[in-house]
């Protein structure tokens, strides 16, 4: 059995769209090397407001990675929407995805019924695992592309 949480925070770093790129890439980077250490895998959107994260792995090395991460001064609020035992991994590739909400994402945001500001408060576990497999599959394609592109 595969542990999965789900949980949203509210971003405390200010800055404009290069520094909150950088941000995230700094915070994926850590996660890639930690959580592939603890067999974690997983997916974080952020969309400058919010972070929203799922985590997937043994019940321990979850727990242990959420309480490591809640206490991490870049967020605050951490709050968990959901917890779940499931048969497999569902970012089974992604020791942490990271998709940064941007204008070239719009279309998959509205495909699930999102235009405006996120609201992660209002959303339901489900909706928040759909949509970042969307954008998993997503982020996916575009490598594969820049890999056959150079
Ligand atoms: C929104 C957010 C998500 C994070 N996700 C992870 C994660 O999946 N795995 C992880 O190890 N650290 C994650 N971190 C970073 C941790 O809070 C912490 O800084 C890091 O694990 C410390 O690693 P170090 O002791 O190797 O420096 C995240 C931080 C933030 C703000």
């Known amino acids: 059995m595969i542990h999965q949480l789900v949980y949203y925070s ?88 990271g998709a940064l909400r941007s204008p070239e994402v719009q279309e998959i945001y509205l495909s699930h019924g999102i235009g405006g500001a996120l609201d992660p408060v209002r959303m339901k576990s489900a909706q928040i695992l759909q949509l970042s497999l969307d954008l998993q599959e997503f982020e996916q394609a575009k490598r594969q592309g820049q890999r056959i592109a150079s």
Request: net charge positive; glycine share 8%.
């Open 10 to 97: 509210r971003n405390t770093v200010p800055g404009g769209d290069r520094q909150m790129l950088t941000n995230l890439r700094e915070i994926v980077s850590v996660s890639q090397r930690n959580n592939s250490r603890n067999g974690v895998t997983g997916f974080l959107i952020f969309d400058k407001t919010w972070f929203l994260q799922i985590l997937e792995g043994e019940r321990a090395n979850v727990t242990e990675t959420y309480n490591r991460i809640a206490r991490d001064g870049r967020h605050s609020s951490a709050t968990i929407v959901n917890v779940q035992d499931i048969a497999s991994r569902s970012f089974p590739n992604w020791t942490m995805g």
